[in-house]
Protein backbone atom coordinates (compact mmCIF):
# COMPACT_ATOMS: atom_id res chain seq x y z
CA UNK A 1 0.00 0.00 0.00
CA UNK A 2 1.20 3.41 -0.89
CA UNK A 3 0.85 6.30 1.70
CA UNK A 4 -0.62 9.28 -0.07
CA UNK A 5 -0.12 13.14 0.96
CA UNK A 6 -2.95 14.88 1.22
CA UNK A 7 -5.37 15.91 -0.18
CA UNK A 8 -5.68 12.76 -1.35
CA UNK A 9 -8.73 12.55 -3.70
CA UNK A 10 -10.27 15.02 -6.15
CA UNK A 11 -12.96 16.01 -3.94
CA UNK A 12 -11.08 17.66 -0.81
CA UNK A 13 -8.19 19.05 -3.50
CA UNK A 14 -11.09 21.39 -4.99
CA UNK A 15 -12.37 22.52 -1.89
CA UNK A 16 -9.44 23.08 -0.33
CA UNK A 17 -9.00 25.62 -3.19
CA UNK A 18 -12.37 26.67 -3.19
CA UNK A 19 -11.74 27.53 0.62
CA UNK A 20 -8.68 29.56 -0.26
CA UNK A 21 -9.16 31.58 -3.39
CA UNK A 22 -12.81 31.54 -3.61
CA UNK A 23 -13.22 34.98 -5.29
CA UNK A 24 -10.29 34.25 -7.75
CA UNK A 25 -10.70 33.41 -11.12
CA UNK A 26 -10.86 30.05 -12.53
CA UNK A 27 -11.72 29.61 -16.24
CA UNK A 28 -12.16 32.23 -18.65
CA UNK A 29 -14.48 31.63 -21.86
CA UNK A 30 -13.91 33.66 -24.78
CA UNK A 31 -16.86 35.44 -27.14
CA UNK A 32 -15.99 34.79 -31.00
CA UNK A 33 -13.87 38.20 -30.48
CA UNK A 34 -12.01 36.57 -28.04
CA UNK A 35 -13.22 38.61 -25.26
CA UNK A 36 -12.60 36.47 -22.04
CA UNK A 37 -15.00 36.50 -19.69
CA UNK A 38 -14.06 34.80 -16.68
CA UNK A 39 -15.77 32.65 -13.66
CA UNK A 40 -14.50 32.70 -10.02
CA UNK A 41 -14.10 29.21 -7.51
CA UNK A 42 -16.76 30.52 -6.02
CA UNK A 43 -18.50 30.34 -9.19
CA UNK A 44 -17.93 27.09 -10.28
CA UNK A 45 -18.18 25.49 -6.50
CA UNK A 46 -21.45 26.83 -6.86
CA UNK A 47 -22.65 25.03 -10.18
CA UNK A 48 -20.84 21.86 -8.78
CA UNK A 49 -22.95 22.02 -5.53
CA UNK A 50 -26.19 22.30 -8.41
CA UNK A 51 -25.33 19.69 -10.82
CA UNK A 52 -24.16 17.16 -8.20
CA UNK A 53 -27.67 17.57 -6.45
CA UNK A 54 -28.83 17.10 -9.48
CA UNK A 55 -27.07 13.78 -10.51
CA UNK A 56 -28.21 12.53 -7.51
CA UNK A 57 -31.42 13.41 -8.31
CA UNK A 58 -30.98 11.49 -11.46
CA UNK A 59 -29.82 7.93 -9.49
CA UNK A 60 -26.62 8.65 -9.34
CA UNK A 61 -24.51 6.61 -6.71
CA UNK A 62 -21.30 5.67 -6.02
CA UNK A 63 -19.98 3.51 -8.55
CA UNK A 64 -21.61 4.55 -11.31
CA UNK A 65 -20.49 6.06 -14.52
CA UNK A 66 -21.44 9.76 -15.51
CA UNK A 67 -20.01 10.57 -19.26
CA UNK A 68 -19.37 13.47 -21.55
CA UNK A 69 -18.44 14.51 -24.55
CA UNK A 70 -17.36 18.20 -25.04
CA UNK A 71 -14.13 20.00 -25.85
CA UNK A 72 -12.78 21.84 -22.61
CA UNK A 73 -14.82 24.48 -20.98
CA UNK A 74 -16.54 25.61 -18.04
CA UNK A 75 -18.99 22.69 -17.82
CA UNK A 76 -16.38 19.93 -18.10
CA UNK A 77 -15.42 20.60 -15.12
CA UNK A 78 -18.25 21.02 -13.64
CA UNK A 79 -19.14 17.79 -14.95
CA UNK A 80 -16.30 16.02 -13.50
CA UNK A 81 -15.98 17.48 -9.90
CA UNK A 82 -20.03 16.75 -9.46
CA UNK A 83 -19.46 13.26 -10.40
CA UNK A 84 -16.80 13.07 -7.82
CA UNK A 85 -18.53 14.24 -5.00
CA UNK A 86 -21.42 11.07 -5.42
CA UNK A 87 -18.09 8.75 -5.77
CA UNK A 88 -19.14 7.73 -9.27
CA UNK A 89 -16.59 7.30 -11.88
CA UNK A 90 -16.62 10.17 -14.60
CA UNK A 91 -15.67 9.15 -18.48
CA UNK A 92 -14.78 11.85 -20.74
CA UNK A 93 -14.92 11.52 -24.77
CA UNK A 94 -13.90 13.58 -27.29
CA UNK A 95 -16.22 15.62 -30.09
CA UNK A 96 -14.41 14.82 -32.79
CA UNK A 97 -14.56 11.09 -32.68
CA UNK A 98 -16.48 8.26 -34.28
CA UNK A 99 -20.32 7.62 -33.13
CA UNK A 100 -18.85 3.91 -33.23
CA UNK A 101 -16.30 4.69 -30.85
CA UNK A 102 -18.55 6.74 -28.28
CA UNK A 103 -21.21 3.87 -28.60
CA UNK A 104 -18.51 1.42 -27.92
CA UNK A 105 -17.61 3.38 -24.84
CA UNK A 106 -21.11 4.05 -23.54
CA UNK A 107 -21.75 0.29 -23.65
CA UNK A 108 -18.18 -0.50 -22.04
CA UNK A 109 -18.24 1.71 -19.49
CA UNK A 110 -22.31 0.82 -18.93
CA UNK A 111 -22.69 4.68 -19.03
CA UNK A 112 -25.87 5.79 -16.71
CA UNK A 113 -25.24 9.74 -17.24
CA UNK A 114 -24.73 11.69 -20.59
CA UNK A 115 -23.85 15.26 -21.02
CA UNK A 116 -23.26 16.71 -24.38
CA UNK A 117 -21.75 19.60 -26.34
CA UNK A 118 -24.58 20.27 -28.32
CA UNK A 119 -27.82 19.61 -30.20
CA UNK A 120 -25.90 17.94 -32.98
CA UNK A 121 -24.12 15.74 -30.97
CA UNK A 122 -27.59 14.59 -28.98
CA UNK A 123 -29.00 14.00 -32.37
CA UNK A 124 -26.12 11.10 -33.10
CA UNK A 125 -26.56 9.96 -29.86
CA UNK A 126 -30.37 9.54 -29.72
CA UNK A 127 -30.06 7.65 -33.37
CA UNK A 128 -27.89 5.07 -31.13
CA UNK A 129 -29.69 5.34 -28.10
CA UNK A 130 -31.57 2.02 -28.64
CA UNK A 131 -28.66 0.25 -28.93
CA UNK A 132 -27.40 1.07 -25.52
CA UNK A 133 -29.67 0.43 -22.82
CA UNK A 134 -27.66 1.50 -20.27
CA UNK A 135 -27.58 4.90 -20.63
CA UNK A 136 -30.74 6.52 -18.91
CA UNK A 137 -30.16 9.97 -18.84
CA UNK A 138 -28.96 12.43 -21.81
CA UNK A 139 -28.37 16.53 -21.42
CA UNK A 140 -27.04 19.07 -23.99
CA UNK A 141 -24.90 21.57 -22.77
CA UNK A 142 -25.60 24.41 -25.25
CA UNK A 143 -29.39 23.48 -25.07
CA UNK A 144 -32.31 25.21 -23.28
CA UNK A 145 -35.28 23.17 -21.94
CA UNK A 146 -35.27 19.85 -19.52
CA UNK A 147 -32.95 18.15 -21.66
CA UNK A 148 -30.59 20.86 -20.89
CA UNK A 149 -27.77 21.00 -18.20
CA UNK A 150 -28.85 24.61 -17.08
CA UNK A 151 -31.82 23.11 -16.40
CA UNK A 152 -30.51 20.19 -14.57
CA UNK A 153 -28.22 22.61 -12.45
CA UNK A 154 -31.31 24.53 -11.57
CA UNK A 155 -33.56 21.62 -10.28
CA UNK A 156 -30.65 20.52 -7.89
CA UNK A 157 -30.27 23.98 -6.78
CA UNK A 158 -33.30 23.31 -5.08
CA UNK A 159 -32.13 20.26 -2.70
CA UNK A 160 -28.70 20.48 -2.01
CA UNK A 161 -26.60 17.13 -1.63
CA UNK A 162 -23.35 16.94 0.87
CA UNK A 163 -20.72 15.39 -1.29
CA UNK A 164 -18.98 12.15 -0.11
CA UNK A 165 -15.33 12.46 0.38
CA UNK A 166 -13.86 9.43 -1.54
CA UNK A 167 -11.29 7.07 -0.82
CA UNK A 168 -7.60 7.37 -2.37
CA UNK A 169 -8.16 4.06 -3.93
CA UNK A 170 -11.80 4.92 -6.01
CA UNK A 171 -11.75 5.38 -9.10
CA UNK A 172 -12.12 9.02 -10.41
CA UNK A 173 -11.97 8.61 -14.10
CA UNK A 174 -12.38 6.02 -16.83
CA UNK A 175 -10.45 7.68 -19.25
CA UNK A 176 -10.58 5.40 -22.72
CA UNK A 177 -7.25 5.73 -24.25
CA UNK A 178 -7.17 6.83 -27.86
CA UNK A 179 -4.52 4.42 -29.02
CA UNK A 180 -2.28 3.77 -31.99
CA UNK A 181 -4.19 0.84 -32.79
CA UNK A 182 -6.92 -1.33 -31.99
CA UNK A 183 -9.75 -0.42 -29.95
CA UNK A 184 -9.79 2.16 -27.12
CA UNK A 185 -9.50 0.31 -23.95
CA UNK A 186 -10.63 2.50 -20.54
CA UNK A 187 -8.10 2.95 -17.93
CA UNK A 188 -9.39 3.27 -14.26
CA UNK A 189 -7.80 6.23 -12.76
CA UNK A 190 -8.18 6.99 -8.94
CA UNK A 191 -8.43 10.07 -7.09
CA UNK A 192 -4.87 8.84 -5.55
CA UNK A 193 -3.19 8.16 -8.36
CA UNK A 194 -3.90 11.85 -9.99
CA UNK A 195 -3.40 13.74 -6.34
CA UNK A 196 -1.00 12.09 -6.32
CA UNK A 197 0.91 12.97 -9.65
CA UNK A 198 -0.35 16.51 -8.81
CA UNK A 199 1.80 16.62 -5.70
CA UNK A 200 4.42 15.27 -7.14
CA UNK A 201 4.75 17.70 -9.90
CA UNK A 202 3.88 20.21 -7.75
CA UNK A 203 7.29 19.50 -5.48
CA UNK A 204 9.53 20.07 -9.01
CA UNK A 205 7.64 23.46 -9.69
CA UNK A 206 7.49 25.20 -5.77
CA UNK A 207 7.33 28.54 -7.74
CA UNK A 208 3.95 27.83 -8.88
CA UNK A 209 1.22 29.93 -7.36
CA UNK A 210 -2.30 31.27 -7.57
CA UNK A 211 -1.02 33.86 -9.74
CA UNK A 212 -0.10 31.34 -12.37
CA UNK A 213 -3.00 30.63 -15.66
CA UNK A 214 -2.67 28.19 -18.42
CA UNK A 215 -4.01 28.71 -22.01
CA UNK A 216 -6.25 25.79 -22.65
CA UNK A 217 -4.99 23.51 -25.76
CA UNK A 218 -4.87 20.04 -24.88
CA UNK A 219 -8.01 18.13 -24.42
CA UNK A 220 -8.97 17.53 -20.89
CA UNK A 221 -10.40 13.72 -22.49
CA UNK A 222 -6.64 12.85 -22.58
CA UNK A 223 -4.72 12.20 -18.90
CA UNK A 224 -1.66 14.38 -19.62
CA UNK A 225 -4.00 18.08 -20.26
CA UNK A 226 -6.36 16.60 -16.92
CA UNK A 227 -3.82 15.88 -14.72
CA UNK A 228 -1.28 18.60 -15.62
CA UNK A 229 -3.53 21.49 -16.38
CA UNK A 230 -6.78 20.95 -14.97
CA UNK A 231 -6.18 19.30 -11.69
CA UNK A 232 -3.00 20.88 -10.98
CA UNK A 233 -3.88 24.64 -11.68
CA UNK A 234 -7.19 24.18 -9.35
CA UNK A 235 -4.17 23.02 -7.07
CA UNK A 236 -2.38 25.89 -6.31
CA UNK A 237 -5.05 27.60 -6.86
CA UNK A 238 -4.50 29.33 -11.08
CA UNK A 239 -6.59 30.05 -13.73
CA UNK A 240 -7.38 28.20 -17.38
CA UNK A 241 -8.60 30.35 -20.00
CA UNK A 242 -9.56 28.33 -23.01
CA UNK A 243 -8.78 28.63 -26.64
CA UNK A 244 -11.66 29.22 -29.29
CA UNK A 245 -10.00 27.52 -32.33
CA UNK A 246 -6.02 26.31 -32.92
CA UNK A 247 -6.19 29.03 -35.32
CA UNK A 248 -6.90 31.72 -33.15
CA UNK A 249 -4.22 30.36 -30.70
CA UNK A 250 -1.83 33.55 -31.20
CA UNK A 251 -4.56 36.28 -30.36
CA UNK A 252 -5.73 33.97 -27.68
CA UNK A 253 -2.65 33.69 -25.89
CA UNK A 254 -2.34 37.64 -26.15
CA UNK A 255 -5.47 38.04 -24.24
CA UNK A 256 -5.05 34.76 -21.53
CA UNK A 257 -1.45 36.43 -20.84
CA UNK A 258 -0.73 32.59 -19.35
CA UNK A 259 2.10 32.05 -17.49
CA UNK A 260 2.70 28.54 -17.76
CA UNK A 261 1.82 26.30 -20.99
CA UNK A 262 0.66 22.76 -21.12
CA UNK A 263 1.74 21.44 -24.53
CA UNK A 264 2.92 18.93 -26.93
CA UNK A 265 6.39 19.25 -28.93
CA UNK A 266 4.21 19.71 -32.32
CA UNK A 267 3.00 22.79 -30.82
CA UNK A 268 6.29 24.04 -30.38
CA UNK A 269 7.79 23.09 -33.40
CA UNK A 270 5.03 25.03 -34.97
CA UNK A 271 5.57 27.91 -33.34
CA UNK A 272 10.00 27.69 -33.92
CA UNK A 273 9.11 27.19 -37.75
CA UNK A 274 6.73 30.04 -37.87
CA UNK A 275 9.15 32.75 -35.84
CA UNK A 276 11.99 31.83 -38.10
CA UNK A 277 10.01 31.92 -41.36
CA UNK A 278 8.10 35.48 -39.87
CA UNK A 279 12.44 36.47 -39.26
CA UNK A 280 13.53 35.15 -42.76
CA UNK A 281 10.72 37.46 -44.47
CA UNK A 282 11.60 40.21 -42.17
CA UNK A 283 15.01 40.06 -42.81
CA UNK A 284 17.62 43.44 -42.43
CA UNK A 285 18.44 44.49 -39.53
CA UNK A 286 15.88 42.66 -37.44
CA UNK A 287 17.19 39.02 -38.74
CA UNK A 288 20.78 40.30 -37.79
CA UNK A 289 20.10 40.92 -34.52
CA UNK A 290 18.30 37.72 -33.76
CA UNK A 291 20.78 35.34 -35.30
CA UNK A 292 23.27 37.37 -33.38
CA UNK A 293 21.59 36.79 -30.10
CA UNK A 294 21.20 33.13 -30.56
CA UNK A 295 24.71 32.91 -31.56
CA UNK A 296 25.70 35.15 -28.23
CA UNK A 297 23.50 32.76 -26.91
CA UNK A 298 25.34 29.36 -27.55
CA UNK A 299 28.70 31.34 -26.76
CA UNK A 300 27.59 31.88 -23.17
CA UNK A 301 26.27 28.47 -22.69
CA UNK A 302 29.80 27.18 -24.60
CA UNK A 303 31.30 29.67 -21.81
CA UNK A 304 29.67 28.65 -18.47
CA UNK A 305 31.79 25.93 -17.28
CA UNK A 306 35.11 28.22 -17.63
CA UNK A 307 34.50 31.05 -15.61
CA UNK A 308 33.05 34.06 -16.15
CA UNK A 309 31.24 34.36 -19.90
CA UNK A 310 32.46 37.28 -22.33
CA UNK A 311 31.31 39.97 -21.82
CA UNK A 312 30.71 41.02 -25.59
CA UNK A 313 28.76 37.65 -25.58
CA UNK A 314 26.83 38.86 -22.82
CA UNK A 315 26.02 42.73 -24.30
CA UNK A 316 24.94 41.05 -28.06
CA UNK A 317 22.58 38.43 -26.38
CA UNK A 318 21.14 41.78 -24.24
CA UNK A 319 20.31 43.89 -27.13
CA UNK A 320 18.68 40.49 -29.12
CA UNK A 321 16.85 40.26 -25.62
CA UNK A 322 15.70 43.45 -25.50
CA UNK A 323 15.19 44.09 -29.48
CA UNK A 324 13.96 41.05 -30.74
CA UNK A 325 12.85 38.35 -27.76
CA UNK A 326 11.07 40.87 -25.85
CA UNK A 327 8.52 41.15 -28.61
CA UNK A 328 9.00 37.42 -29.37
CA UNK A 329 7.35 36.92 -25.91
CA UNK A 330 5.04 39.62 -25.82
CA UNK A 331 3.48 37.32 -28.83
CA UNK A 332 2.99 34.46 -26.02
CA UNK A 333 1.25 37.29 -23.66
CA UNK A 334 4.26 38.76 -22.29
CA UNK A 335 3.88 36.47 -18.79
CA UNK A 336 5.24 33.55 -20.17
CA UNK A 337 7.80 31.70 -17.87
CA UNK A 338 7.93 28.45 -19.04
CA UNK A 339 6.26 25.27 -20.36
CA UNK A 340 6.01 21.41 -20.55
CA UNK A 341 5.54 18.91 -23.18
CA UNK A 342 5.17 15.63 -23.05
CA UNK A 343 3.57 13.01 -25.42
CA UNK A 344 6.77 13.04 -27.62
CA UNK A 345 10.77 13.67 -27.34
CA UNK A 346 11.15 17.51 -27.95
CA UNK A 347 14.15 17.93 -30.56
CA UNK A 348 17.18 19.41 -28.92
CA UNK A 349 17.64 21.85 -31.55
CA UNK A 350 13.56 23.53 -30.75
CA UNK A 351 13.88 23.00 -27.06
CA UNK A 352 17.38 25.03 -26.73
CA UNK A 353 15.73 27.84 -29.14
CA UNK A 354 12.99 28.62 -26.53
CA UNK A 355 15.54 28.40 -23.44
CA UNK A 356 17.75 30.74 -25.74
CA UNK A 357 14.78 33.46 -25.99
CA UNK A 358 13.74 32.90 -22.40
CA UNK A 359 10.82 30.04 -22.14
CA UNK A 360 12.20 27.07 -21.36
CA UNK A 361 10.37 24.20 -22.62
CA UNK A 362 10.56 21.07 -19.94
CA UNK A 363 10.33 17.52 -21.10
CA UNK A 364 8.27 14.81 -19.14
CA UNK A 365 7.04 11.39 -19.93
CA UNK A 366 4.21 9.41 -18.84
CA UNK A 367 1.46 7.57 -20.45
CA UNK A 368 -2.59 7.22 -19.69
CA UNK A 369 -2.09 4.54 -17.42
CA UNK A 370 0.60 6.06 -15.21
CA UNK A 371 -2.07 9.35 -14.62
CA UNK A 372 0.36 10.12 -16.14
CA UNK A 373 3.37 11.60 -15.09
CA UNK A 374 6.39 9.10 -14.66
CA UNK A 375 9.37 11.26 -14.56
CA UNK A 376 9.86 15.32 -15.50
CA UNK A 377 12.17 17.58 -15.85
CA UNK A 378 12.02 21.27 -14.05
CA UNK A 379 13.51 24.39 -13.27
CA UNK A 380 16.28 23.15 -11.12
CA UNK A 381 17.14 19.80 -12.51
CA UNK A 382 16.75 19.91 -16.23
CA UNK A 383 18.83 17.34 -19.09
CA UNK A 384 18.43 18.51 -22.48
CA UNK A 385 17.67 14.89 -24.42
CA UNK A 386 16.58 13.52 -21.34
CA UNK A 387 12.57 13.45 -19.56
CA UNK A 388 13.37 14.19 -16.44
CA UNK A 389 13.66 12.06 -13.14
CA UNK A 390 11.09 10.34 -12.01
CA UNK A 391 8.56 11.81 -9.27
CA UNK A 392 8.46 11.39 -5.98
CA UNK A 393 7.16 8.07 -4.59
CA UNK A 394 7.47 6.65 -8.14
CA UNK A 395 10.03 4.52 -9.22
CA UNK A 396 11.42 3.37 -12.63
CA UNK A 397 13.16 0.55 -13.38
CA UNK A 398 14.80 -0.83 -16.73
CA UNK A 399 14.08 -4.38 -17.39
CA UNK A 400 16.79 -5.69 -20.04
CA UNK A 401 15.99 -9.06 -20.15
CA UNK A 402 15.43 -8.89 -24.28
CA UNK A 403 18.29 -6.33 -24.62
CA UNK A 404 21.12 -7.66 -23.07
CA UNK A 405 23.89 -6.07 -25.39
CA UNK A 406 22.53 -2.98 -25.27
CA UNK A 407 25.62 -0.11 -24.59
CA UNK A 408 23.64 2.06 -22.68
CA UNK A 409 21.53 -0.50 -20.67
CA UNK A 410 18.52 0.15 -22.28
CA UNK A 411 15.02 -1.84 -21.77
CA UNK A 412 11.75 -1.96 -21.41
CA UNK A 413 10.68 0.96 -18.65
CA UNK A 414 8.53 -0.64 -15.68
CA UNK A 415 6.94 1.61 -13.28
CA UNK A 416 6.32 1.89 -9.51
CA UNK A 417 4.26 4.16 -7.46
CA UNK A 418 1.18 5.68 -6.15
CA UNK A 419 0.63 6.65 -10.03
CA UNK A 420 -0.12 3.16 -11.57
CA UNK A 421 -3.74 2.60 -12.61
CA UNK A 422 -5.92 0.18 -11.14
CA UNK A 423 -6.20 -1.50 -14.20
CA UNK A 424 -7.88 -1.88 -17.30
CA UNK A 425 -12.25 -1.60 -17.30
CA UNK A 426 -13.88 -5.67 -18.27
CA UNK A 427 -10.02 -6.50 -19.27
CA UNK A 428 -8.36 -8.77 -16.80
CA UNK A 429 -6.26 -10.50 -19.19
CA UNK A 430 -4.81 -7.20 -20.80
CA UNK A 431 -4.29 -5.69 -17.42
CA UNK A 432 -2.43 -8.77 -16.43
CA UNK A 433 -0.19 -8.89 -19.63
CA UNK A 434 0.96 -5.70 -18.64
CA UNK A 435 1.21 -5.39 -14.40
CA UNK A 436 3.99 -7.41 -13.22
CA UNK A 437 3.67 -9.51 -9.73
CA UNK A 438 4.94 -7.25 -7.76
CA UNK A 439 2.67 -4.11 -8.82
CA UNK A 440 4.88 -2.35 -11.99
CA UNK A 441 3.80 -1.31 -15.07
CA UNK A 442 5.35 -2.83 -18.04
CA UNK A 443 5.09 1.04 -20.33
CA UNK A 444 5.82 -0.88 -23.45
CA UNK A 445 8.62 1.89 -24.30
CA UNK A 446 12.23 1.37 -24.19
CA UNK A 447 15.03 3.85 -22.10
CA UNK A 448 17.68 3.45 -20.19
CA UNK A 449 18.19 5.89 -16.77
CA UNK A 450 21.94 7.73 -16.71
CA UNK A 451 24.26 8.26 -13.94
CA UNK A 452 22.46 11.60 -12.42
CA UNK A 453 19.17 9.52 -12.60
CA UNK A 454 17.65 10.95 -15.70
CA UNK A 455 15.41 9.01 -18.06
CA UNK A 456 16.37 8.59 -21.57
CA UNK A 457 13.72 7.27 -24.03
CA UNK A 458 15.43 5.29 -26.83
CA UNK A 459 11.72 3.67 -28.68
CA UNK A 460 8.92 1.51 -28.25
CA UNK A 461 9.02 -2.00 -28.67
CA UNK A 462 5.83 -2.24 -30.35
CA UNK A 463 6.82 0.95 -33.32
CA UNK A 464 10.65 -0.81 -33.41
CA UNK A 465 11.47 -3.10 -36.46
CA UNK A 466 14.25 -4.46 -38.67
CA UNK A 467 15.16 -4.11 -41.69
CA UNK A 468 15.81 -7.03 -44.32
CA UNK A 469 19.43 -6.66 -42.60
CA UNK A 470 18.83 -7.34 -39.21
CA UNK A 471 19.38 -3.91 -38.37
CA UNK A 472 16.90 -1.99 -35.55
CA UNK A 473 14.94 1.05 -36.65
CA UNK A 474 13.11 3.21 -34.55
CA UNK A 475 11.54 5.46 -36.70
CA UNK A 476 9.49 7.62 -34.37
CA UNK A 477 12.69 9.60 -33.81
CA UNK A 478 13.62 9.67 -37.55
CA UNK A 479 10.02 11.18 -37.80
CA UNK A 480 10.53 13.91 -35.35
CA UNK A 481 14.13 15.16 -36.74
CA UNK A 482 12.06 15.47 -40.53
CA UNK A 483 8.85 17.13 -39.13
CA UNK A 484 11.49 19.87 -38.55
CA UNK A 485 11.26 20.89 -42.48
CA UNK A 486 9.41 23.56 -43.40
CA UNK A 487 8.73 21.72 -46.16
CA UNK A 488 6.86 18.96 -43.96
CA UNK A 489 3.33 18.90 -42.42
CA UNK A 490 3.19 15.02 -41.40
CA UNK A 491 5.57 12.26 -41.58
CA UNK A 492 5.42 8.20 -41.58
CA UNK A 493 8.58 6.49 -41.89
CA UNK A 494 7.92 2.69 -42.88
CA UNK A 495 10.48 -0.18 -43.84
CA UNK A 496 9.46 -3.35 -41.68
CA UNK A 497 11.27 -6.45 -43.25
CA UNK A 498 12.06 -4.35 -46.24
CA UNK A 499 15.35 -3.32 -47.77
CA UNK A 500 15.52 -0.08 -46.58
CA UNK A 501 13.08 2.29 -45.31
CA UNK A 502 10.61 4.80 -47.30
CA UNK A 503 8.86 7.98 -46.31
CA UNK A 504 5.32 9.19 -46.79
CA UNK A 505 4.74 13.05 -46.67
CA UNK A 506 2.39 15.23 -46.54
CA UNK A 507 4.14 18.75 -47.30
CA UNK A 508 3.16 21.91 -46.21
CA UNK A 509 1.18 23.13 -49.00
CA UNK A 510 1.72 27.05 -48.37
CA UNK A 511 5.44 27.02 -48.07
CA UNK A 512 5.13 24.18 -51.26
CA UNK A 513 3.31 26.24 -53.45
CA UNK A 514 5.71 29.60 -52.51
CA UNK A 515 8.53 27.25 -53.64
CA UNK A 516 7.19 26.43 -56.90
CA UNK A 517 5.82 29.75 -57.93
CA UNK A 518 9.15 30.95 -57.37
CA UNK A 519 11.48 28.13 -59.56
CA UNK A 520 8.39 28.88 -62.11
CA UNK A 521 7.05 25.55 -62.04
CA UNK A 522 3.48 25.27 -62.75
CA UNK A 523 1.02 23.37 -60.80
CA UNK A 524 -2.85 24.55 -60.32
CA UNK A 525 -3.85 22.49 -57.45
CA UNK A 526 -1.82 20.53 -54.55
CA UNK A 527 -2.54 17.20 -56.90
CA UNK A 528 -0.34 18.55 -59.49
CA UNK A 529 1.99 19.81 -57.00
CA UNK A 530 2.85 16.42 -55.42
CA UNK A 531 3.25 14.92 -58.75
CA UNK A 532 5.96 17.12 -60.32
CA UNK A 533 9.23 15.19 -60.02
CA UNK A 534 11.36 18.94 -59.06
CA UNK A 535 8.71 18.60 -56.16
CA UNK A 536 9.79 15.36 -54.62
CA UNK A 537 13.57 15.58 -55.83
CA UNK A 538 13.91 18.92 -54.16
CA UNK A 539 12.02 17.06 -50.51
CA UNK A 540 14.39 14.09 -51.00
CA UNK A 541 17.60 16.06 -51.60
CA UNK A 542 16.76 18.76 -48.63
CA UNK A 543 15.68 15.59 -46.31
CA UNK A 544 18.40 13.56 -46.78
CA UNK A 545 21.00 16.23 -46.12
CA UNK A 546 19.03 17.32 -43.36
CA UNK A 547 19.51 13.18 -41.72
CA UNK A 548 22.95 12.42 -42.55
CA UNK A 549 25.02 12.97 -39.72
CA UNK A 550 22.51 12.10 -37.14
CA UNK A 551 20.86 8.61 -38.40
CA UNK A 552 23.24 5.93 -39.74
CA UNK A 553 22.81 5.43 -43.63
CA UNK A 554 20.50 1.97 -43.21
CA UNK A 555 18.13 4.69 -41.37
CA UNK A 556 17.94 7.27 -43.73
CA UNK A 557 14.80 6.76 -46.38
CA UNK A 558 15.67 5.93 -50.07
CA UNK A 559 12.05 6.82 -51.21
CA UNK A 560 9.37 9.56 -50.74
CA UNK A 561 6.13 9.37 -51.45
CA UNK A 562 4.09 12.78 -51.18
CA UNK A 563 0.56 12.54 -50.44
CA UNK A 564 -1.87 15.04 -50.78
CA UNK A 565 -4.23 14.75 -47.56
CA UNK A 566 -2.45 15.72 -44.33
CA UNK A 567 -2.60 13.27 -41.46
CA UNK A 568 -5.48 14.44 -38.87
CA UNK A 569 -7.42 13.15 -36.21
CA UNK A 570 -10.77 13.17 -38.56
CA UNK A 571 -9.58 10.75 -40.86
CA UNK A 572 -8.42 8.70 -38.39
CA UNK A 573 -4.66 9.33 -39.03
CA UNK A 574 -3.62 10.76 -35.95
CA UNK A 575 -4.50 10.16 -32.22
CA UNK A 576 -6.15 13.08 -30.51
CA UNK A 577 -2.44 13.86 -28.81
CA UNK A 578 -1.46 13.81 -32.20
CA UNK A 579 0.47 10.34 -32.08
CA UNK A 580 0.54 8.41 -35.90
CA UNK A 581 -1.48 5.60 -35.94
CA UNK A 582 0.55 3.80 -37.77
CA UNK A 583 -1.73 1.07 -38.64
CA UNK A 584 -4.22 3.44 -40.04
CA UNK A 585 -2.06 4.81 -42.13
CA UNK A 586 -0.27 2.05 -43.65
CA UNK A 587 -3.67 1.35 -44.62
CA UNK A 588 -4.57 4.41 -46.17
CA UNK A 589 -1.28 4.40 -48.33
CA UNK A 590 -0.79 0.73 -48.87
CA UNK A 591 -0.65 0.59 -52.90
CA UNK A 592 1.71 3.32 -52.74
CA UNK A 593 4.29 1.75 -50.55
CA UNK A 594 3.53 -1.92 -52.29
CA UNK A 595 4.56 0.11 -55.58
CA UNK A 596 7.22 2.05 -53.82
CA UNK A 597 8.83 -1.76 -53.73
CA UNK A 598 7.97 -2.74 -56.60
CA UNK A 599 5.39 -5.41 -55.41
Not at 318 to 339: C, E, T
Not at 347 to 354: K, L, M, R, S, W
Not at 416 to 423: D, E, F, K, L, R
Request: proline letters at 5%; a negative charge; hydrophobic letters at 40%.
Amino acid sequence: MFTYDKPDNLVEMFELSLARHAERPLFGTPDQNGTYTWASYKDIGKRIDNLRAALAQQGVTAGDAVGIIANNRTEWAVAAFATFGLGARFVPMYEKELPKIWKHIIKDSSLKVLFVANNSIYKAITEIRAEVPELLHLFVIDGDGETSMKYLEQQGEKSPVTAITPQPTDTAVLIYTSGTTGDPKGVLLSHGNFTSNVIAGGKLFPEFSHEDRSLSILPWAHSYGQTAELYNFIYFGGSMGFIREVSTIVQDMKNVAPTFLIAVPRVFNKIYDGIWSKMKETGGLALKIFTMGLESAASLRNCATQGKPPLLAQVKYAIADGIVFKKIRQGFGGHLSGALTASAMMNQEVAQFFVDIGIPVFDAYGLSETSPAVTMNCRNANKPGSVGRPLDKVRVVIDREFMEDDEKGAGEIVVYGPNVMQGYHNKPEATKAVMTDDGGFRTGDLGYIDEDGFLFITGRIKEQYKLENGKYVFPASIEEEIQLSPWVENVFVYGEGRSHNICIIAPDFKKLSAWAAEKGLEAASSTELVALPETEAMIRESITAQLKGKFGGYEIPRQFILVEEPFSVDNGMLTHTMKLKRRKVLDRYKENVDLAYGL
